[in-house]
């Protein structure tokens, strides 16, 4: 007992050393990468502008719901401005304002949609890998039967039982998205689960929920922080399609897909009702896959499934 214990703790100490080099030169590498950081930085940005909005926003550019009755007419429909940087829409209201509102829906439901995703995926994946034979075959043909339909209109499906909302779209975004997170995860653990570590706690006697969480996951955590990261965007992305679709955020609310699909009508005459919000979609979801590409880059993972 005392040999293993002598090399657990050796491979323990090895592997937190490791750890430690691993992510100092990740970030140092990230730093190398410009469209990366341009991406951070970016990111950033929305984040700031997004928690801060309450304390500005609503002096300078109004309400991103509330509309006034008595000056609707005349301010419907503005051109961009000094008063109105990106116009106004038909009910007379900031665009620039429902960008900015917006950002704060397509975040919560990007970060809360993989957070759900990221967590299952992790339980499935970890089941399947660690424990194999019957857990694995279950889980990777269950994993398969999500895969074998398009994710969006699987999406819409359980939207359409459990109804719109952005509560239900995060819900509805996470629920089916752990297939591919559990199978990247899965390839992971059978890679580090063969390490002389591993085996030294497991002949130690320590528990499954042990050995996983001391030693598997945080060895396997670079593979999780680069596909988390790649799924904010797309999730942004889903939720900009469904608001589009009227399966989404439901109006008042200032989601970038609703505004991109009232502007839609006036794409002739009043283009930047859904340039707007369409650039802002576009920027942030590019911010993001940017970023999770130099964090692939920089961690030197091999986005595989298995």
């Known amino acids: 007992m005392g ?75 503005l051109a961009p401005s000094a008063e109105h940087p990106f116009g106004t829409d038909t009910l007379g209201r900031d665009v620039l304002c429902r960008v900015i509102y917006g950002s704060r829906i397509s975040l919560a439901v990007g970060v809360l949609a993989t957070a759900i995703s990221t967590v299952l995926g992790l339980i499935m994946g970890a089941l399947a890998a660690y424990y194999g034979g019957i857990w694995d075959t279950i889980i990777m043909r269950l994993a398969d039967i999500f895969l074998a339909f398009p994710y969006t209109l699987f999406v819409i499906a359980m939207l359409a039982v459990i109804g719109p909302g952005i509560q239900n779209v995060f819900i509805a975004i996470g629920i089916l998205g752990w ?17 002389d570590y591993v085996d030294a706690a497991r002949a130690m006697g320590a528990s499954d929920a042990r050995i996983i969480a001391r030693h598997i996951f945080p060895n396997s955590v670079a593979v999780i922080v680069v596909y988390a990261t790649m799924n904010i965007g797309s999730a942004i992305l889903t939720e900009a399609a469904l608001s589009f679709l009227g399966m989404g955020v439901q109006a008042p609310n200032p989601s970038w897909g609703i505004m991109i699909q009232d502007g839609a009508t006036y794409l ?32 030197d993972v091999k986005m595989k499934d298995a």
Request: net charge positive; charged share 15%.
């Open 3 to 77: 040999i293993f214990s002598a090399k657990a703790a050796a491979a323990a100490v090895n592997a937190q050393t490791s750890s430690r080099t691993m992510w100092g030169d990740a970030w140092k590498r990230l730093k190398r990468n410009k469209l990366a950081m341009i991406g951070m930085i970016w990111i950033g940005f929305v984040i700031v502008v997004a928690l801060t909005a309450d304390l500005w926003v609503p002096g300078t550019l109004g309400s991103p719901t509330e509309t006034d009755s008595a000056t609707m007419a005349q301010n419907s429909r």
């Open 268 to 299: 002739a005459t009043q283009p930047w009702l859904m340039i707007m919000p369409g650039l802002a979609i576009l920027t942030t979801v590019l911010a993001f896959t940017l970023l999770g590409d130099g964090l692939r880059d920089a961690l």
């Open 179 to 195: 297939p591919s997170i559990a199978r990247v995860f899965r390839s992971a653990i059978l890679t580090v689960k063969e390490n």
